[in-house]
């Protein structure tokens, strides 16, 4: 079976700019999570979604969004991108809201 | 503010020997404890979890959890090089929070 898959796997952007990254979720599993991990830190969550509905947010600012589709994937957008954007960007799939987390490999990107 | 706590390390153990690693969190109302293994470059891995107070082992893995002390820790006995990586810890109350992790070397 496929686990979480995410895309793309490195980007580069420069300041001001937008990005949208995606997650595909494994089958079966109805929640999504997004985390932010730069070096030397542990992954910082960012949101959580699951059926489709926003069922938690961290300490990120507005310039941050997230939503869940139909088919259970999710896409994260981050709006006028900072410096400090630059960081692995990761998605966990789990069952169910509380359950464990299964970790994509994650989307590198790189703010100039 | 809900915080998990992890030594940062590096934490350095022979070949062979017995790597304790340990956490602590500040939510007494904390359900589920989570060990992740993260190698450099690679994204975090699932390793164990447990939601009782005791011992869970797994193989070489076992964690412990005391939940009146808001501990826990993971063993890993027989430690291998290929065991070197960072260990991250993570709880969950209403989502779910990591430490920073701990850097383990396993000294061949």
């Known amino acids: 079976d496929a686990g979480v898959t995410q895309s793309p796997t490195h980007l580069i952007k420069t300041r001001g700019q937008h990005v949208t990254l995606r997650c595909s979720p494994i089958?079966?599993?109805?929640?999504v999570s997004w985390y932010q991990q730069v070096l030397g830190q542990g992954p910082q969550f960012i949101f959580q979604?699951?059926?489709?509905?926003?069922?938690g947010r961290g300490n990120f600012p507005d310039r941050f969004s997230a939503r869940q589709f139909p088919n259970y994937s999710s896409e994260l957008n981050v709006n006028a991108l900072l410096l400090g954007d630059s960081a692995l960007y990761l998605c966990?799939?789990?069952?169910?809201?509380?359950?464990?987390?299964?970790f994509g490999e994650g989307s590198r990107l790189t703010v100039l | 503010q809900k915080e998990v706590e992890q030594n940062s390390g590096p934490l350095s153990v022979p070949e062979g020997a017995i790597a304790s690693l340990n956490c602590t969190y500040s939510?007494?109302?904390?359900?589920?404890f989570f060990w992740y293994r993260q190698y450099s470059g690679k994204s975090p891995e699932l390793i164990m979890f447990?939601?009782?107070?005791g011992d869970k082992e797994d193989g070489r893995f076992t964690a412990q959890l005391n939940k009146a002390s808001q501990y826990v820790s993971l063993l890993i006995r027989d430690s291998q090089p290929s065991d070197s990586a960072t260990y991250l810890c993570?709880?969950?109350?209403?989502?779910?929070?990591f430490g920073k992790g701990t850097r383990l070397h396993i000294l061949p």
């Open positions: 966990a799939s789990s069952l169910s809201p509380t359950g464990e987390l299964f």
């Open positions: 089958s079966g599993h109805k929640s």
């Open positions: 979604y699951y059926e489709k509905e926003e069922r």
């Open positions: 939510d007494r109302g904390s359900q589920s």
């Open positions: 447990i939601y009782s107070n």
């Open positions: 993570a709880v969950n109350l209403d989502k779910i929070i």
